[in-house]
């Protein structure tokens, strides 16, 4: 593996890269090894068809942001007919991604992504209190979506199984409005939260959806899916926020969870 100087630290999880620049505590990477292995245990040809397809990942530092890492310096921000923007995002495009700078635009909107170059941060993999996902853990979501991929390529049927899934999920308004809903790798990589016990809580039209049984009584074929790709745990090792009382926003909760816009 070849990699351009910025990152000095390297751990690997399951054959997977996962680097960071000098800013970056050990610990940091240790926790993120720990959950991409744990999410690779079941399947592990599909750890094999990532790192087949030079799969890596980075780990940002508290101070440091996505554009700071060479491969994502010359990112811009999205276009209007961007598929991946979500419903609020389109209705306000022109205040919310227009207005601003490429560099402004992602520093207020992610501090993670998934895909071939993966990033997670350190305040996320460790549960600071700085993260801005306080009560989730956002690189279990950011590391399903290249789980997908993965499924994708390695397992049509399953891959098909997720497809049906999702199209049930749509067709009979489960996950009215919330991100889930955005696309397939949204919807797959939300239920991963949730299948591992490390989201925030979700309520539709008054039904919450926390941990992994609700997952099942809410979306069974999910939940069926989910499970050839990732087995009987529902823990990964080193998540800051499995079964935390952080996942649940104080006082009684909204009749829908969904974002307004």
């Known amino acids: 593996m070849s990699a351009e100087t910025f990152y000095t630290k390297y751990v690997s999880a399951r054959g ?17 090894r720990d959950m991409a292995s744990g999410l ?16 890596r990942v980075a780990i940002i530092a508290d101070e440091e942001a996505l554009l700071d890492l ?13 598929p991946r923007l979500t419903r ?4 306000h495009y022109d205040e919310r991604i227009g207005a601003k700078s490429d560099r402004q635009y992602w520093d207020e909107r992610a501090r993670g992504i998934g895909g071939p170059r993966t990033v997670g941060s ?23 979506h290249n789980i997908l991929f993965a499924i994708e390529a390695v397992d049509p049927p399953l891959y098909a199984e997720v497809e049906a899934a999702y199209a049930n999920a749509l ?25 591992f016990n490390s989201n925030r809580l979700v309520v539709v039209d008054g039904r919450q959806i926390l941990n992994h049984p609700d ?24 998540d800051p926020f499995w079964m935390s009382a952080a996942r649940v926003p104080p006082g009684p909760p909204p009749e829908n969870t969904a974002e307004e816009c």
């Open 40 to 55: 690779l245990a079941h399947r592990p040809e599909f750890a094999e068809w990532l790192v087949a397809n030079d799969y």
């Open 16 to 32: 997977v890269p996962i680097l960071s620049s000098t800013r970056v505590p050990d610990e940091a990477l240790s926790a993120a």
């Open 122 to 144: 350190e305040e996320d993999v460790l549960g600071l209190y700085s993260t801005r996902y306080w009560g989730e853990t956002i690189f279990v979501h950011e590391m399903a």
């Open 171 to 195: 067709a009979n308004d489960l996950w009215l409005n919330e991100y889930a809903t955005t696309t397939i790798q949204e919807y797959w990589a939300e239920g991963t939260q949730i299948w």
């Open 215 to 238: 997952l099942e009584a809410y979306d069974p074929r999910l939940y069926a899916a989910l499970g050839k790709a990732y087995g009987d745990t529902h823990r990964l090792k080193s």
């Open 70 to 82: 060479p491969d994502k310096a010359h990112w811009t921000k999205p276009a209007r007919e961007d």
């Open 88 to 91: 609020c995002e389109l209705k």
